[in-house]
């Protein structure tokens, strides 16, 4: 993979050995659709492995064995791309970057974010805003980046938007970011700019410990994606932008409970299809009433009915992503067994007592924080969440065993 930069713009050509349908670090494969991307007012005298950080973002998926970069990479930098994939990185040059002081949030608008603004009500918002590829039809106008972009406006917080293009550099499955890390690639190209010494992101219990939707069901200490000790945290943290994910240790039921009760309520919007508000009818708009639902203590409220496709899959046996919080929405939600999840019911023996954990935070997680910036999160835990006791993280550690 040979990889320039020139202005904003991203272009990488790909090697002999290189493939246009790749694998992305949760395993999913991806298909290149175009080669270059480019970012809306990012500057041009970033540290070099900035630059490269923010590349390796989008390319990785289809990048076999080695990385030409149009500027020198620091010997830790090129160290961590091959510890953690096998690449050979280079020209190696130069010295690392110095970690800065500031620690921003990536935010999205969603509960989990909304959850992490909460934690930190001192740290700036970057907010990642999708635009049109000049060379790729956009057949995805249902999803309004621009409401979000607005909301995250609203919230009154310190905010610098990054608008770019580089979810077109995919073809299937859909646009998206090549890796889950794309979402970062504006603020790594700021980071220099905004002195960032990390960056949180609203990854809860699911995604980092439980395995998200990628290893259905199985305790992941080690996963590759947001463990610090993983070929994606040892990366940023090469870089001097630590990966930090303040609501690591909890649930979604946490998450939004704590975004429901927070000040920027008002610009919540985990929807990414509704103008005026969550448009109801799709599928993660569904899993999150279940969720608030469960939170509020009261029936679920939809306008779906249960032969629509999205509420199909409910019929179904398990697994099912999010799985622990269908569980908890089971065990919680009233008049659950007459709903679209009545049909689940079946499958599982969810009740108050076997979903309590997911109330509480799992302390492996706050140890995961970088030391500037633990001691802030580990209080507001202790303080309005709780820690879990031993026989709750044990419902952690056994998950899916
Ligand atoms: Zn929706």
Redesign the pocket.
């Known amino acids: 993979m040979r990889v320039t930069w020139s202005g904003g713009e991203l272009a990488f050509r790909l090697d002999p050995e290189d493939e246009i349908t790749g694998r992305a670090a949760d395993d999913h494969p991806v298909k290149l659709a175009t080669n270059s991307c480019h970012f809306q007012d990012v500057p041009a005298d970033a540290h070099p492995d900035l630059f490269a950080v923010a590349a390796w973002t989008v390319v990785a998926p289809w990048t076999r064995r080695r990385i030409t970069f149009d500027r020198g990479v620091s010997p830790e930098v090129a160290a961590a791309l091959h510890d953690g994939w096998g690449i050979e990185a280079g020209p190696v040059s130069g010295t690392a970057r110095r970690t800065g002081s500031v620690l921003a949030i990536s935010y999205s608008g969603g509960a989990d974010s909304v959850a992490a603004a909460a934690i930190l009500p001192e740290a700036p918002f970057v907010h990642f805003k999708r635009v049109s590829h000049p060379r790729v039809p956009n057949r995805w106008t249902h999803y309004r980046s621009d409401v979000l972009a607005r909301l995250a406006a609203q919230t009154g917080r310190e905010l610098t938007t990054v608008s770019s293009d580089l979810e077109f550099t995919l073809a299937e499955p859909r646009p998206g970011y090549p890796e889950h890390h794309a979402v970062a690639a504006g603020a790594l190209l700021l980071a220099d700019e905004l002195d960032l010494g990390g960056l949180a992101f609203g990854y809860e219990l699911g995604s980092r410990w439980l395995g998200g939707d990628r290893y259905l069901l199985r305790f992941t200490p080690d996963n590759p994606m947001w463990a610090p000790h993983g070929a994606w945290g040892r990366l940023f943290a090469a870089a001097g932008v630590h990966i930090v994910l303040p609501v690591g240790g909890v649930s979604e039921a946490v998450t939004m409970r704590l975004a429901l009760n927070s000040p920027l309520k008002d610009q919540l919007r985990w929807?990414l299809?509704?103008v005026d508000g969550?448009?109801?009818?799709?599928g993660?708009?569904l899993y999150k009433e279940l969720i608030q639902a469960a939170v509020e203590g009261r029936p679920i409220d939809t306008p779906l009915s249960a032969d629509r496709p999205v509420a199909r899959k409910w019929l179904q046996p398990p697994p099912y992503g999010g799985q622990e919080m269908i569980e908890y929405g089971l065990a919680r939600v009233p008049g659950i067994e007459s709903s679209l999840f009545g049909g689940a019911r079946r499958y599982f023996e969810a009740s108050l007592e076997s979903t309590s954990w997911l109330d509480h935070c799992y302390p492996p997680a706050l140890e995961e924080i970088p030391d500037p910036w633990r001691a802030q999160v580990r209080d507001f835990m202790t303080a309005e969440v709780g820690l879990m006791t031993p026989e709750e993280v044990r419902k952690v550690e056994e998950w899916g065993a």
């Open positions: 929807c299809r509704g969550p448009c109801r009818t799709c993660k708009c």
